[in-house]
Every structure is written in C-alpha cells, then in structure tokens.
C-alpha cells in the first residue's frame, strides 16, 4: 500500500538485466559508450526526429535545468505554472544554471491556457532593458497536479509561445503516463506541436535514475554538453546510463511500464469514487488527488498505508475532509490496491 | 589490455549484487532510505569520525565541486596544483558552483609542496579589497600524475593552510589507491592531518557511479544538502547510490579492490621497468606514466591496446620516445598485464 | 511641465557646488577619502547607529542587489511585493548578485500586507530541502505605487520578518520623501521598527548619482566591501560619491529637497482634485496616480508636458479615463505647475 | 608630490564646466539623454567606426567585466597577462559577470608575446569537453607595469586571437597615454590591429568616473545594455556620465590631459634617470618603476611624498634598493616634479 510516489518503486526486472548485460569488459567512458548509440538512435526513432541531439543525465532537475539553461539567457524570464516542479521543488537550480534567470508564473492554476500565458508573456518586457526579456515557455507533461494536456492544448500553448518567438521545453517527468493516456505518438506529443526541447523522464517509470533530454534543433548540442559537463552531470562511467535507458526503449517497455502505471491508478480511482471520494482533479495518468475524512486517512496510515496529505496535516478535526496525493507506479499490485480500497 | 582509465572498467559484481539486493519493495527518496544510515554509520566508523556529515552523489566533479562551494565564498581564490582535475578537467565547475571564485595554481609541479603553497597564499590578498581573498586549499590524493602524497606531506600542506585560517578539502577520486599505498588508516590520511572535507572516491574504483561527500564539521551539512539540491545531485532514487557505497564498504571491497588494482599496476610497472621503459613519475598506486618509442605504441594499438599518449600523438619520427598512462582498476587481470608486456 | 521622473531633474546647485569644492588636490581611492569620513559620521548620527556600516555606490540597482546578496544565500527567496523595483525594474539584477536566488511575490497589491506577508513566508519552505528557503524580506518605502508605509505598518511587516528570523531590507530609493510625510526620525522609519538593512536613496531627491548602503549590524561591512568591489561598484575616485552625499546631509538639504518634492506634489494633487481627476492611489510622497480622460493626455502632451501614461496607450477612445504617473522632484516650480494645472 | 595614482587627482575643470552646463533642466533618463547621441557620435568618429555600438559605466571594472561576459561564454577561459587587472584588481569581477568564466594566464611577464599567447591558447581545449574551452584574449594597453605594446605588437597577438576564432579586448583604462606614446589613431590601435571591444578608459585621465565600452561589431549592442543593466550599471541620471565623456571628447582633452600626464612622467623619468635611479621597466606612458635605496623613499614619505612601493617594505635595511611606482596624471606640475626629484 505504497503510494507516496513513483520515485519510490523498484527499478524494473529488465532494466536490472539491462545494466548486468552491459557490466561486461571495458567501455569507453563520458557518453562514447556503444551503448549511447543505441540509445541515441531508438530516441531519434522514437521521436521521429532523425536529427535530434540527445543526452542523458540522471535527475529530473539536471534535464530541466539544463535544457532550460541551453533555451535562455541570464536577463530572460520562463514562464511556467505556479505548481511547476522547476519552480516549487528544485531549490532554486533553475536560477542556478541559467545565471540568474527569472521564472515568471502563469495564473493560478495547474495547467496553463494559452490565454493566461499570452497574457503574461505579453505583460513581460514592456519596461524595455528596466525588466527581464522574454524567454522560453516550459510546460509540464503529466502536470504536477496529474493533469494532461490534449494534444490541441499542447499546441496552443506552443503556438503563443511561438508567436513571441519563444521556444518551448517539455517537462516530461511522466512523459511516458502521459503519451499513454493520450494514446498518441511521441513525436505527436512534441515537435509537431512546436516542442522544442524535451526532459524525457525514465526514474519515475522504471529506471533507477536516468532522464534523457532532447533538442530536435541539434544546434543546441555542443553547448548542452559543455554544461552538463560544468554542471557535473556527465557521468564517467556513462555506459549505465545508456543501459538503463537502452532496457527502457527496447521491447516497449517504457510503454508497457506507463500502461501498468495509469491503469492501476485508474483502478485505485474507480475503487475511490465508489467509495464516495471527492477528487481535486478528475485523475488522468498516474496520480489522483482525493480527498476523505481525516479519521479514514489516521486509520490506513496505522494499518501501514504510505502516502501525501495534501494541504493540511493528520492533527485536527477527524471529520474533516482532507486530501491525499495517491501515485501508482508499475510495480503496484492489484492486491495492493484492493487491499488499500478495502480499508477505506 | 585495456589501460585507458579506471572509469573504463565494469561495476564489481558484489556492487552489481548490492544493487539487485536493494532492489525490493518501497523506499523513501531522496537520501531516507535505509541503506543509506548503513552508510553513514559505516563511513563514520571507517574514519573515526562519529559526527561527521555524509552525502552521497554520483561523479567526482559534483563531489568536489560542490564541497568547495560550501567551503568558500564567491570572492574567494581556491588554491591547487596546476593539474588538479578541479582545475583541468572540469569545464570550469568549480567556478560555477563557487558562484565564480578563482582558481589559483600552485607552482608547476604535479604535487604541491609547503613551501610553494605558503608563497602562492602569502602572495594573494595582498591588494586589500581589490584581488580575491583567500580561500581553501585543494590536494588532489593520489594525485592526477599517480603520485601519492606521504602523511607527513599531507600534514605540512594543512600546516600551512591551518596558518592561515584556511580549510582543506581533499579529492580523493582515487582515495582507496591512496590509502592502500600508504598503509595507513582513512582518519590518518585525513582528519588526522587536517583535512575538513573529502571527496571519498568509489566510481574509479568498483561502483558504477557514487562518490561521498565528508565533512568533519557537521556545521557544514545542511548548506550542502542545499547546495546538492540547487546542483540537480540530490537523486530521488537514493537508494541505488545508497547500495553501492554499501557494498562497497561492507566486507572492505573497497580496500580489496583497491589493493587489486594497485597490485596490478605494480605488476605492469616492474614489467615495463624490465624492458626498459623511463618512468615520468614514480609509480605509487594504480597510474604509470612511462615512456617507450612511437612506434611501439603504433604496435600496441594495432594489437588491440587501449591507453593514452600523454604529451604527443601517435604521428611522427618512430624512434622518438613518447610517454602514455597507463591505468589499472582491480578487474585487469595477470593475463591481461603479461600479454601486454610480451607485446612490447 | 516635466512630471516624467524624480530622475529627470537636476543636480541640486548645493551638491554641484560640494563636487567643485572637493575636486582640490590629491584624495585617496577606493573609499578612503576624507569626505567619507564626514559621510560616515553623518549617516551614523542621522541614523542614531554609531557602529553602522555605511558604503556609497552609485545607482539604487546596486544598493539593492549588493545589500540582498549580502543578506541572503543563494538557495533562498526573498520577499517582496509584486511591484517592487527589484522585481519589475532591475532585469534580474538580485537572481545576479544573490547568486540565483528567487524572489517570491506577495499578494497581489502595492503594499504588503502582513497578513499577506505571513501566509507568504509560512507557504515556502515547506518541502524540506526541495523548494527555496525563506530569505529576506524586502520592503519599499516609498512604494513604487507612492503610498508610504506607517511606522506600525513597518513595525508590523519587520515583526512577521523577525518570527521566522529573517533579516529585513528597506528599498528607500525615496527615504527622505517617505520620513517627511511620516515626520519621523530616520531611526524610527528603520531600526526601530526592525529592518536591518537599507538602501538610502539620494539620487531621485537631488544628487547626481549616489546611494548609501546602510547595515545596522557592522559584521556585514566586510562581505560588502568585497561584493561591491566584485560588482564592479567600488568607485576609484570615490571622493565624489562621497562630496554628494556630504553635500545632501549637510544643513538637511536631504530633507529640504524632500518637503519641496512633497509640497509640489500636494500643490499639483490638490490641484488636479479640484479638477475632478481621480487618484488610484492617495498620494502621500512625491508621486501622483491620476486619471483622466485620454483626449486631455494628448492635449497635454502636444503643448509639452512630459510625464508616463499607465496602464494604456495614448491611442484610443478620447472620452476614456486612462491613468498617468506624476513624480515631483525638488526642482519642479509652482509656476510649472499651475501651467500644467491650467491646461487641464 | 603625489604619485600615487592617476586616480587620485582631480577632475579636470573642463570636465567639471561640462557637468555644470549639463545641470540645466530635465533630461530623459537611463542614456536617452540628448549628450549621449553627441558621445556617440564622437566616439564613431574618433574610432572611425559609424557603426560602433558605445556605451558608458561608472567603473573600469564595469567596463571589462561587462565587455568580457558580453564576449564569452561561462565555459570558456579568458586569455590574459598574469599581471591584468582583470586578474588581480577585480576581485573576481570578471568570472562573476562571465558566470564562472576562468582567466588563463599567458606567461609569466607584464606583456604578452605572441609565442606565449598562441603556446597558451593551444594548450587549453585539448580535452573536449572536459577542460574550458577557449575564449576570448584580453590586452592591457597601458599595460599595469607602464608597458605600451607597438601597433605591431597588438597585431601579432590578435593574429594569434583571429588563428583560434577569438574574438579581442583592449582593457584601455589609459587608452589615451598610449596612443599619446605611440603616435597613432584610435582606429590603428584597435580595430584596425584586429581588435573587437575596447574599455575607453577616461577616469585616469581627467573624468570623474567615467568609462565607455566600444564593440565594433554593433550585433553585441543588446546584449551588451541587458548585462549592463543586470548589472546596476545602468545610470537613471545618465546625462552627468554623458556630460564627462562628452567634454573629454571635444577640443581633444582627452589628448591634451594624455600628453600632460606621458610628459610629466618623462620629466620624473629624465630627472631620475640623472640622479642614477634604475628603471624595472622603461618608462613609456605615464608610470615608472624605478628602484632607489630604502633609506631615499623613507626620507621621501617623510617629506610628503606619496607613491607606492613595489615588492617590498619600508622596514628593513635601508641601503638596499627597493622598488617603487610613480604615476603622473594631467594635474601633476612641473614644479611638484622638481620638488620631488630636489629630494632624491
């Protein structure tokens, strides 16, 4: 009864095989690896996008970070949601490795319109040299609130940030929850909406920590790499990223691990709306925010359930209604599931 | 016979073993799963150093990179060797994670020595407010030309920077290679002398990727932790680095190992010695840098040897001698080494 | 006619004259010049702080950005609100000099509100190491709206600051025109009331281009030096910084050029209340938010008014309200203003 | 008797008439001051270079560091003399505003020859991405140690700049003094040699405060302002910085002060060279090294001489012979210098 977070699983079974199968002889170090050419080639196939620079790294934030940092300039602005994970849980790094760039937040909500962000892109850079420049529009893909942006909404964010002339990045953490629940390709997912860099998460999936990041324009590449590098993120013995992202895209297993995912949250949210549970977001991929009594959630946290209250703590009224943050990786069971739905 | 760097060879299989030993169930993210107080408990005891501050992340570079941020001050000039991979091969990390201190090289030398580390200090912040001020002095043990600095060295040069009120960091990429040359004990070849920090190298010598970040102080811990975080080196799936460096430490493989492939780098050196090879610097742990004609190495290359040239390329008069390194982890074998040397 | 800026006017003849009369012979650089001596003693007895540390430089950009870069660290926010210069109009000069730090934005109005600035504060750094930790907090006075904090208004904010031990910086680009519409003491406006440290304006109230930095604990004075000089902010010829701000303190000339910026603006506000306009905010210092119909814009700006429109065009429909920004410095006459009051 | 700096005299009357008859009326802020489009102008003409971009700070510093960050990248290495001010006055200015930029020193001596240069810039970039990659060469003209390099001397080493790409900085904080000492146009010693940016230096030579930054290459101009203004470099009352470097700029002050200053030195010069004074370098602009016995520069200090040593202390046997700088502005006069050399 695990659903604290989809950081917290175990690596997949094949992904371990992956990394015993290339723990043989020596191995060119720092990305020259043979395994980084097939990673590079499957992304590119994947992606439809024969010319992509692609990279690993191994956190979410290096992806972001540096991707974000290749997009922008030091006296630029990105705008982004208010509930971003470059904005709310990355400690600043964001600042860091752009030199000092702004993040400007998009409305209130979880999911930005293209209403509100053409709003504020267009409220910024009215002060000539006075205020920060424009720069690029970061969208996160399953939203941190599990949220999924269509394919049309995609493309209208992508469309004004285009229409500044702003590029885009991807915040594709659960890039992968998020293709299945749309039921669409990657490449529909990205560039053919006007993506222009994406982190193509893989920890949260089934690797043990790797995230690739993606520039369809490869002319970003040879300063990717110099900053991956002064950022400490080019790893020597490299071939284990490879062959954790290697295991991910061979036999669809990066699909099949997402498919597992978002159909045991939608076990979970079946199994709670039956039960009368509220939810803040109609559940789209593989997070839920719902909320019951917090009596209920005293009496499954005792009985060994491990999850987030959301906005508000265990102590208080036990009759008040009190949200939980509930995600499903691919390693949850249906037992544990019915289990946890029993309790409630 | 491939010599090229010890970050070429594969992960130690009991590393591999603790891997897929962690591999089970849930665990906290983010550096609260259990391994890792194993790690630390195991660290601390292992330096003698009950209240030390202990991280783990996964290369060198964010290692020492972001021990020397929290040890200095932005207008502060760090002081190493010339050839200190701080220095050399970092892409200007250091820099960047120090929010742009300097660095200041010590003499021309490989190794630094008290004299001329007492001068190169003396000589800065002699201008006031006007040239930077001075900040932590950087040994490199073993140092990036395979020399080892001896305990009464390593106690003059933090003599030196002790009488200036200066910390000491120590990167010990190759610390265990150290160690096992000296015969002497972690605590000996650190605290003991007076060192406050140290980058306590693994990936080099048997992990797929981990390095332990050590302050004495604990004073320093949570701006590091900040600092890791605002970095993108905080992983979610901390367990795996946890693994690892558990491994590591359990069963003293990481003093096996290392006295592998100190071992095995004896072996070659005593080799290349009988056939005549001049040897740059004497050979201490597992790095020789010798010197045979061109046109041997033309041979090896052709037979299959991989390793560098050091200071010339494999063009040019044949008879010339040029120097290359040649470096041994513990998984290069006897045959490996004996059929190397028969080729020359 | 000139209501554009209290940056647009002249030099105040007393401070040309302190600049001619300086300009004699050989002074020491960098700071150590005579007149910084008077300045020093000045400010600390204008302020009731004998030990403060007390620097010069040259623009209000930088007496921010170095004060909360001294006050701050890198991986924290800092509070202020929205309209704050050093949110809209230092094109991210703190995240520069703070090293990447963050701002966070307090509600959504002029002034903050300590209700605002306490839910503000509680809301970050709650994600342990993930998100920012809370900074300083930052207050305008004047705001960049004209309203002047109260002194229990400051009291309050600077409180709020201190129950979660956070330093507190005064922006006072407009200090002497906020403690003459308070009449308080220059001790009153900060220390008393809890701020720690403060930009003391006098180049938008009658001096050519200087700033003091004010810090009331002195262990700041050292880290500051050495910022301003890594800012590039250490004036060699600094004796002219030095004459200015001698010249401002001076027979109160600070508060004299202040009460003329006031009374002007009181004459020009009671004038145009007479006129029917309406005020976005009451003006209280030296600034005017006023509206009037567009037609009556175009007209004043053909016979040669100069001031800023806000929140709109000159293009549109004549017979709508659109507001304007007024600002009085010391220089503007009544005779200026009543030919401005006629053609409305 | 003042030698100590050509900071410490006075601005010249000239200049000061300028900030007086600058002092009338309102004027737009933030450099759209009407005097600013004459230095402009000025400055295209006295460059030969209708489409320079030109800009001014306050501060040498501003000027390098700015032009500097304006030029490079944060990964890259700036190639200087390890006698720069860049390198020993700016306390880290230059890796601050170039985001952790390093500085490679070139040799050990006050000039840089070409061989040197070209030896140096081919010893970095040799590791891919691993070392900093080459950026751009920064030339002192004055040099620090009152070198002046030959037309000749200047186009060697930016042939060396142009062979690896480089793009080239004069820091010419006595631009004036060596173009008085080499006989030629403004254009001969910078774009014409190979030269991309210049700091123009004018507060050694007369001004207040002032420096202009010039590109050649008008495409770094935006760039150039936004750094500017991130930096709080950026003057609201930008008139009274117009208003110096306009003034320097017309009926040639700025050649006239130049020559004052390189004859005074020389008459210094002469009158020691008589008295049997040795030279650390021949004097060539408007400082010289000499070295006379200890017991000389005590009675010197003594009798209100004010000068630096260089290399050593007032204390200590007063027969040895020991170094010292003597530095002429405009404002020196014959008699002072006299007096001076009466002493000796």
Redesign the interface.
């Known amino acids: 009864m695990?659903f604290?977070?989809d950081?917290?699983?175990?690596?997949h079974p094949e992904v371990?095989a992956g990394?015993?199968e290339a723990?043989?002889?020596?191995?060119?170090?720092?990305g020259a690896d043979a395994l980084m050419e097939e990673v590079r080639t499957r992304i590119r196939g994947v992606f439809e996008a024969p010319d992509a620079a692609v990279f690993l790294?191994?956190?979410?934030?290096?992806a972001n970070?540096?991707a974000l940092a290749t997009l922008s300039?030091?006296?630029?602005?990105i705008f982004c949601s208010p509930v971003a994970h470059i904005h709310?849980?990355?400690?600043?790094?964001p600042?860091?490795?752009?030199?000092?760039?702004?993040?400007t937040l998009v409305a209130d909500g979880d999911k930005m319109t293209p209403a509100a962000l053409e709003a504020t892109i267009a409220g910024e850079q009215t002060?000539g040299?006075?205020?920060?420049?424009r720069g690029p529009v970061s969208i996160t893909q399953v939203t941190e609130r599990g949220s999924v942006y269509s394919l049309p909404e995609l493309k209208a964010l992508c469309d004004v940030a285009k229409s500044f002339d702003l590029p885009v990045h991807l915040d594709g953490a659960r890039f992968a929850n998020a293709m299945v629940a749309l039921e669409c390709t990657a490449a529909e997912m990205t560039w053919k909406q006007g993506v222009d860099a994406v982190s193509f998460g893989g920890?949260?999936n089934g690797l043990?920590?790797v995230e690739a990041v993606i520039f369809f324009d490869p002319a970003h590449a040879w300063?990717f790499?110099?900053?991956r590098?002064?950022?400490?993120?080019?790893?020597?013995?490299h071939r284990?990223l490879s062959a954790q992202m290697a295991a991910y895209l061979r036999d669809d297993l990066w699909l099949r691990a997402a498919r597992a995912a978002n159909a045991n949250a939608a076990r979970l949210a079946e199994g709670l709306r039956a039960k009368g549970a509220d939810f803040l977001h109609e559940p789209q991929a593989n997070m839920i925010f719902a909320a019951f009594p917090r009596a209920k959630h005293r009496d499954l946290f005792e009985k060994g359930a491990?999850y987030h209250l959301w906005g508000g703590t265990i102590e208080g009224d036990p009759d008040e209604m009190l949200a939980c943050r509930l995600v499903c990786d691919w390693s949850i069971t249906a037992d544990q599931i019915d289990q946890f739905l029993d309790l409630i």
């Open positions: 695990f604290a977070s950081n917290s699983g175990p690596t371990l990394l015993a723990n043989k002889g020596y191995a060119m170090a720092y790294v191994a956190t979410g934030t290096a970070s540096l300039r030091p006296f630029q602005t709310e849980d990355e400690c600043n790094a600042e860091f490795y752009t030199g000092g760039a702004k993040l002060r040299v006075h205020g920060p420049q920890t949260k043990m920590g300063e790499e110099l900053r590098k002064r950022g400490a993120h080019l790893f020597s013995k284990y491990a």
